[in-house]
C-alpha cells in the first residue's frame, strides 16, 4: 500500500498555527486510515484462523467420540462372554442353549484413519490448532485405538479362529477371557481420560459435539442417498446390457 503523506501548500508558505493544525489533522486522519485498513484486515485474518481451528477440533473430536463408543460396545461384549462363561461353568447344561451367544459376541472395532492422517501428518494443520497438549494427548488417543484393535479385537478373534472355543464344553470354559477383559479395561479407561482432556483444554461441550454429529449424519445420510441413485443406474445399464445381448 503507496500512502504519501503531503504537506500542506499553507504550511510550506510559513502560515502560522492554523497551517501546523491542518497539517497534524491531515497527518491523525492518514494514521486511522492505515490503522483500520491493516487492523481490519488483521481482524479478518484472526476470525478466519479461529474458525478453521474449531473446525479442526471438533472433527477430531467427533472421530475420538465415535472411536470411543466403538471400544465401550467392544468391552461391554467381553463382559457379557464372561458372563455367558460363568453361567455355563455354573450349570454346564446351559453350554447348548448359551454358546451361540458368545459365538455372536465377537468384540470389534470401526473406524476409518482419515481424521487421524489428516491430523497427525499435517504440519499446518497442527499449527492452526496451536495447542501441543491437545496434540499430544490426540496421538496417544489414537495410538491407543490401534493397541486395543491389535491386542483386544484382532488377539480374540486369532485365537478363537486357531481353537476350539465354541466347539466343546471345556474349550468354551478354558479360554481366557480375563487377560483380554482386563486390557480392555486398562486401554479404554486411558483413552476415556485424554478424550476428557481433550474436551476441557479446547472448551468443547458434549451438546456442541452432538450438534456435530448431526450435521454430519445428515451430511453423510445425502451421500448414501447419492451413492444409492448412482447404484440404481449403473443396475438399470446393467439389465439393459444383458437385453441386448439375450436379443443377438
Known amino acids: 500500500m503507496n500512502i504519501k503523506l503531503h504537506t500542506p501548500k499553507s504550511l510550506k508558505m510559513g502560515s502560522g498555527m492554523a497551517s501546523v493544525k491542518q497539517f497534524l489533522l491531515s497527518l491523525f486522519a492518514t494514521t486511522v486510515s492505515i490503522a483500520l485498513t491493516f487492523g481490519t484486515a488483521g481482524f479478518i485474518d484472526y476470525k478466519k484462523k479461529q474458525s478453521e481451528k474449531r473446525e479442526i477440533v471438533m472433527m477430531v473430536m467427533y472421530d475420538m467420540y465415535n472411536s470411543l463408543k466403538s471400544i465401550e460396545k467392544a468391552d461391554t461384549m467381553i463382559r457379557q462372554s464372561m458372563d455367558i462363561q460363568r453361567q455355563i461353568a455354573e450349570d454346564s447344561t446351559l453350554y447348548d442353549k448359551l454358546w451361540f451367544k458368545m459365538a455372536q459376541l465377537m468384540p470389534r472395532v470401526e473406524y476409518t484413519e482419515t481424521t487421524e492422517r489428516i491430523f497427525s501428518t499435517s504440519i499446518e494443520t497442527i499449527n492452526t490448532v496451536g495447542n501441543v497438549l491437545f496434540t499430544e494427548s490426540v496421538a496417544e488417543f489414537y495410538q491407543n485405538r490401534q493397541s486395543y484393535k491389535a491386542t ?12 476350539k472355543l465354541f466347539t466343546t464344553l471345556k474349550g468354551t470354559l478354558d479360554f481366557n477371557y480375563v487377560q483380554y477383559a482386563l486390557t480392555s479395561c486398562v486401554i479404554m479407561k486411558d483413552m476415556q481420560q485424554k478424550y476428557a482432556q481433550c474436551k476441557q483444554m479446547m472448551k468443547v461441550t458434549d451438546e456442541e459435539i452432538e450438534a456435530y454429529r448431526r450435521e454430519r449424519e445428515q451430511i453423510e445420510e445425502g451421500m ?12 438399470e445399464i446393467i439389465e439393459l446390457q444383458k437385453k441386448i445381448d439375450e436379443a443377438k
Open 224 to 235: 448414501s442417498e447419492d451413492a444409492a441413485v448412482t447404484d440404481s443406474l449403473i443396475n
Open 152 to 163: 483386544v479385537c484382532d488377539s480374540v478373534l486369532n485365537e478363537i479362529t486357531r481353537g
